[in-house]
């Protein structure tokens, strides 16, 4: 089992920067891929990013490419996303997710959640 703890949203104006945090806990040592989903309200969850534990490799949805960076830290097992030019259509709820083993962009293939961090972006 994996714990994830994620944090770091808030309230920010347009073209603004936010830096959210995802802390591991459990069997880290399985994790072969995280990621960053997000879920507005009335709309479904969906993907931000992922980034391979082990070789860092990342993949970027179209709408954050360019403007949000994620990156990971084996010795903290902690995972970030970045997030600078923030647009009020970037607003939802923030979750990481992890994985043992590569997964693309579907959350189906993520078993373990964050509870959720809140990012509101104000025009």
């Known amino acids: 089992q994996v714990q994830l703890v994620d944090s770091g949203g808030g309230l920010v104006q347009a073209g603004g920067s936010l830096r959210l945090s995802c802390v591991a806990s459990?069997?880290?040592?399985?994790?072969?891929?995280m990621a960053w989903f997000r879920q507005a309200p009335g709309k479904e969850r969906e993907f931000v990013a992922n980034?391979?534990?082990?070789?860092?490799?990342?993949l970027y949805d179209d709408s954050v490419n360019g403007r949000f960076t994620i990156s990971r830290d084996h010795a903290k097992n902690k995972m970030a996303l970045q997030m600078n030019s923030l647009k009020p259509e970037d607003t939802a709820v923030y979750f990481c997710?992890?994985?043992?083993?590569?997964?693309?962009?579907?959350?189906?293939?993520?078993?373990?959640w964050g509870q959720g961090t809140q990012v509101t972006v104000s025009s």
């Open positions: 459990g069997d880290t040592f399985s994790v072969a891929s």
């Open positions: 997710a992890a994985s043992s083993f590569s997964i693309g962009r579907s959350a189906n293939g993520y078993p373990y």
């Open positions: 980034i391979g534990w082990r070789a860092g490799s990342t």
